[in-house]
C-alpha cells in the first residue's frame, strides 16, 4: 500500500468515526468539507431529507471574482466559509453542526470555519 492510499484509508476511517454522531437535521444542518490540492468545497446539507441547501466552493463563479492572484489557500478557504455563510444565512440557517470530513481541524478547514462563524453562522 503506498503512501497515498494509506493517508486516504486512514481518513475516510476517521470521517466513519465522526459521521456516526453527526447528523444534520432541519434545525441544524450539517457543514460538510471537501478538499483537494487545488480546491475546497462546502455543502450544508440535511441529512433527513438528503438535500444540499447552501455550497460554495473556490471554483464557485462569484468567489472567483473574489479571489486575488496573491491569496495563498488558507485565505481563499476563509473567503469560502464566509460567501458560503451569507448563503446560508439568506436561507434563514443560523445554526450547523461542522463535520470536518476526516480532516484535521487546522489549516485550510479551520479558516473555513472561522470564514463561516465570521459570516454568521453558530456552531
Not at 471537501?34 to 463563479?61: C, G, P, W
Not at 458560503?84 to 470536518?100: G, H, M, P, T, Y
Not at 489549516?107 to 470564514?115: I, M, P
Request: aromatic fraction near 4%; charge should be positive.
Amino acid at each position: 500500500m503506498t503512501v497515498q492510499e494509506l493517508k486516504k484509508t486512514r481518513r475516510i476511517r476517521r470521517k466513519a468515526h465522526i459521521r456516526k454522531n453527526t447528523t444534520g437535521t432541519m434545525a441544524r444542518p450539517r457543514l460538510t468539507v471537501f478538499k483537494s490540492n487545488m480546491h475546497i468545497y462546502a455543502q450544508i446539507i440535511t441529512d433527513v431529507e438528503r438535500k444540499t441547501l447552501a455550497s460554495a466552493s473556490t471554483i464557485d463563479k462569484e468567489v472567483v471574482a473574489l479571489l486575488k492572484a496573491d491569496m495563498n489557500k488558507k485565505q481563499k478557504s476563509e473567503l469560502v466559509g464566509e460567501v458560503l455563510a451569507k448563503r446560508a444565512v439568506e436561507a434563514n440557517i443560523s445554526q450547523i453542526e461542522f463535520d470536518r470530513n476526516g480532516y484535521p481541524y487546522h489549516g485550510r478547514v479551520k479558516a473555513l470555519a472561522e470564514g463561516a462563524r465570521k459570516g454568521g453562522l453558530k456552531f
